[in-house]
């Protein structure tokens, strides 16, 4: 047998919601956004943040890929309507969803405040539920499809993140409950759970190159997570490799839940 492997995703369209990022940096959903375009996919870049997201579409088409960059507010259904819209006029079809949009926060339920408490749920949420619901009736048409959502392993191992923890395991069951909702109409629905990942939004200041390596010694084989190894998941659930996998939840953390080790 010779050749590349064909992993059916040539043609196909995919929105990234959350695919910007901060400066060069790879992100969760940058990193999906650039590797399915590597495979042939054409990509929605949607960030809040036009100018992420259009960096992002650089970095595509600097690797001969095909991508546009979009700016909503996924909190808001008219914004999600309108990011589908936006790639089925461009392509005449949308087959995949990435869910990456999410914020953190470290405090219990005795010390967060309600405020931060409801943001955190919704943030997390709220952009999962309105994207799907507007992306779906469009994958229908087109045949079918796959949505990704972004969780988390906190959402199984929690340690100390309880909004966050809390958010993230209704991302599971939203994954599973959309996968019994839509199987029948040709639509997968997967969940990836990173572990300790160095992407944007947890480097910076507090990120020292001590923190580094504990959280790179947490991993059973230690080796530091990175934005692109929750890319390639992404393409794995999107692609026609996992035609028979749907309501799963892909643990990506190189054995982290599994260890006994602190983590960072």
């Given at each position: 047998m010779t050749g590349s492997l064909d992993l059916g995703l040539e043609g196909k369209v995919a929105i990234v919601a959350g695919g910007g990022a901060e400066n060069d940096g790879i992100g969760n959903g940058r990193a999906a956004a650039i590797l399915l375009a590597d495979a042939g996919v054409r990509v929605l870049v949607v960030d809040r943040d036009?100018?992420?997201?259009?960096?992002?579409?650089?970095?595509?088409?600097?690797?001969?890929?095909e991508a546009e960059a979009f700016s909503a507010d996924l909190m808001s259904g008219a914004g999600c309507r309108d990011a589908v819209d936006a790639a089925v006029s461009r392509w005449h079809?949308?087959?995949?969803?990435?869910?990456?949009v999410g914020i953190?926060?470290?405090?219990?339920?005795?010390?967060?405040?309600?405020?931060t408490w409801d943001r955190v749920m919704s943030v997390n949420v709220r952009p999962?539920?309105?994207?799907?619901k507007h992306a779906i009736p469009a994958m229908i048409e087109t045949g079918g499809?796959?949505?990704?959502?972004?969780?988390?392993?906190?959402?199984?191992?929690?340690?100390?993140?309880?909004?966050?923890?809390?958010?993230?395991?209704?991302?599971?069951?939203?994954?599973?409950?959309?996968?019994v909702d839509h199987g029948p109409q040709g639509i997968r629905v997967n969940c990836i759970l990173p572990g300790p990942v160095?992407?944007?939004?947890?480097?910076?200041?507090?990120?020292?190159?001590?923190h580094r390596a504990q959280r790179r010694e947490a991993s059973l084989l230690r080796v530091e997570g990175e934005g692109w190894d929750?890319?390639?998941?992404?393409?794995?659930l999107c692609s026609d490799w996992a035609r028979y996998v749907t309501g799963h939840h892909l643990v990506v953390d190189g054995g982290c839940s599994l260890s006994a080790r602190p983590r960072g």
């Open positions: 036009r100018p992420r997201a259009e960096r992002t579409v650089a970095m595509i088409a600097a690797r001969g890929g079809r949308l087959d995949f969803l990435d869910n990456n953190g926060s470290r405090l219990s339920v005795v010390d967060e405040s309600e405020e999962m539920f309105l994207m799907s499809g796959s949505i990704v959502n972004i969780s988390s392993i906190s959402a199984t191992r929690p340690k100390g993140l309880t909004a966050y923890t809390t958010s993230k395991g209704a991302v599971l069951a939203l994954t599973q409950a959309m996968a160095y992407t944007p939004m947890v480097y910076g200041p507090g990120m020292t190159e001590e929750i890319g390639k998941a992404v393409v794995y």
